[in-house]
């Protein structure tokens, strides 16, 4: 069975810093990942896709990095704005299903 | 495009009492799914469909949910009867299909929040 785990559950960082969110999942054999965004109240947004064949995936100042072996993603944000606060989730496709982590909730402050 | 619609946005109901939640995804995507998110909790999967058939029921509590997709575009999710433990943010989302383990990007609505009381 696929656990994930994003750590840490929360995060506060000033305005202008870059930061690293990681996610982490026990069974390898994945077909991709996705990372999304969530605002209070709101749906999920989709941020990045990398499929199992690659190695990273960027959009704009958002970096995702995928390393199968050691079942770990990360996700690369550069210099932060207050209006990245939200929740990030990771999301890991295996045959089948997607597993979700619990997110780590993001705060930039001015 | 239009995104994931979903209704109603927020719900608050009686233990015992029965609710259903609407769905169309984006059009084209073939696959559906009705996801369980328990405040601070990541999404947890209810139920897939590909087109109008079940792919994947596993983690719905028969008992007391239900959820149909009968012409393969919309969907409903009801719950009946609600207990306490429900009370969560029901998200649906939509995929296009692909060949390989249906690996397509997710997209999500905007979710409809349950309160039970």
């Known amino acids: 069975k696929q656990e994930v785990t994003q750590i840490p559950a929360a995060l506060s960082v000033p305005e202008g810093e870059n930061l690293v969110l990681n996610c982490s999942f026990t069974?390898?054999?994945?077909?991709?990942l996705q990372w999304f965004r969530q605002d209070p109240g709101k749906g999920l947004t989709s941020l990045l896709l990398?499929?199992?064949?690659?190695r990273e995936q960027t959009s704009g100042r958002l970096n995702a990095s995928l390393d199968k072996s050691s079942g770990r993603s990360t996700l690369y944000i550069a210099a932060s704005q207050p209006g990245d606060s939200a929740t990030y989730l990771c999301?890991?496709?295996?045959?089948?299903?997607?597993?979700f982590g619990d997110g780590t909730t993001l705060t930039v402050k001015p | 495009e239009a995104g994931v619609a979903q209704s109603p946005r927020y719900k608050i109901i009686e233990k015992r009492q029965s609710v259903a939640f609407w769905c169309n995804p984006i059009?084209?995507?073939?696959?559906l799914y009705w996801y369980q998110q328990i405040l601070g909790q990541g999404p947890k999967l209810l139920i897939q469909?590909?087109?109008?058939?079940?792919?994947?029921d596993s983690q719905l509590p028969k008992d007391r949910f239900s959820a149909e997709r009968l012409k393969g575009v919309d969907s409903t999710l009801k719950i009946q009867p609600a207990k306490l433990e429900d009370s969560a943010v029901y998200l649906c989302?939509?995929?296009?299909?692909?060949?390989?383990?249906?690996?397509?990007?997710?997209?999500f609505g905007e979710g409809s929040r349950l309160t039970v009381l």
């Open positions: 989302a939509s995929s296009l299909f692909r060949a390989v383990a249906n690996t397509g990007e997710l997209f």
């Open positions: 069974d390898s054999a994945i077909y991709n």
């Open positions: 990398i499929q199992s064949s690659q």
């Open positions: 999301a890991v496709r295996n045959a089948g299903k997607s597993t």
């Open positions: 059009s084209g995507h073939a696959t």
């Open positions: 469909f590909q087109n109008n058939g079940v792919v994947d």
